[in-house]
């Protein structure tokens, strides 16, 4: 079965970084587009970025641009966020999905905790 497990996150100064790692299994990990959504404490969830299946084609919401950086390791079916510059806004969880295409994501993890405090 499909499964996704996010982890990395954590307590982090404003500044600083943080990678984020999602290990999928139970599918053909390179085929699929992979989203990266977040929900800060109290509000909806939040698109943050994109990237598809060969790695070449990433997209990410403005808030991020120039901070964030979305990878992926198709040989190890591992997904990544780098983190940098983080602020105290982008404390939130963030969950990795799977993209199913003209769908949008099908498949989430269970989620990982940033909190970005001084």
């Known amino acids: 079965q499909v499964q996704l497990v996010e982890s990395g996150g954590g307590l982090v100064q404003p500044g600083g970084s943080l990678k984020l790692s999602c290990a999928a299994s139970g599918f053909s990990f390179s085929r699929f587009s992979m989203t990266w959504v977040r929900q800060a404490p109290g509000k909806g969830l939040e698109w943050v970025s994109d990237i598809s299946g060969d790695g070449v084609t990433t997209y990410y919401i403005d808030s991020v641009k120039g901070r964030f950086i979305t990878s992926r390791d198709n040989a190890k079916n591992t997904l990544f966020l780098q983190m940098n510059n983080l602020q105290p806004e982008d404390t939130a969880v963030y969950y990795c999905?799977?993209?199913?295409?003209?769908?949008?994501?099908?498949?989430w993890g269970q989620g990982t905790q940033v909190t970005v405090s001084s």
């Open positions: 999905a799977r993209d199913l295409e003209g769908v949008g994501p099908d498949y």
